[in-house]
């Protein structure tokens, strides 16, 4: 059996296309706020379960995804739906999405970056961190902000397979492999 990622790479690089396509009214980011909330819906058990129930019409769920949704489904989307119940692919939503955000983000030349602190940081520290990261890993950031207290003290940064780890518990950790040697 294929890997879901390999499954899912065709039709995240073909909904992008569509989205790159897209009209101002319904933008890239309008399709990434909606395949994002799409691959949440879909990775709920209780939807998987009513998605693989044989009883369930291919027309009923679409419409429980779209009643599901926040966001207004397009024409496009709502193809898109369909055509995934029509093939068995629903399930591929998550990671879809996920590989969605990433073409979305190669193309404005972005990263997701996940900053785990030990300490709540306010909206000013939070800037200044990112501006400096932006210039260490030379493109724009995307944060998501976390708290760790077990980190004692500085902030891990996660960007791609990049990982930047200035926490007191790296720095202790570090400090007993070096005694320990």
């Given amino acids: 059996m294929a890997e879901n990622a390999t499954v899912a790479r065709p ?4 909904l992008f296309r569509v989205a790159q396509a897209g009209k101002e009214s319904f933008n890239l980011a309008a399709w990434a706020e909606l395949v994002a909330e799409l691959a949440q819906i879909a990775s709920h058990p209780e939807v998987q379960a009513f998605a693989r129930n044989p009883k369930a019409s291919d027309s009923d769920i679409v419409a429980a995804f779209k009643a599901l949704v926040k966001t207004p489904v397009n024409t496009e989307a709502s193809n898109f739906l369909t055509m995934l119940v029509e093939n068995g692919r629903i399930s591929l939503l998550p990671e879809i999405g996920t590989q969605f955000l990433a073409l979305k983000n190669a193309a404005e030349g972005a990263a997701d970056a996940e900053i785990t602190s030990a300490f709540e940081l306010d909206a000013a520290q939070v800037s200044t961190l990112i501006a400096t990261l932006e210039k260490k890993f030379s493109r724009k950031l995307n944060p998501v902000v976390t708290v760790d207290p077990a980190l004692i003290g500085g ?14 518990r790296a720095k202790l950790q570090q400090m007993r492999v070096a005694l320990v040697a």
């Fill in 11 to 14: 039709y995240a690089e073909a």
């Fill in 155 to 168: 902030v891990r940064v996660v960007v791609g397979d990049e990982v930047l780890d200035t926490s007191v």
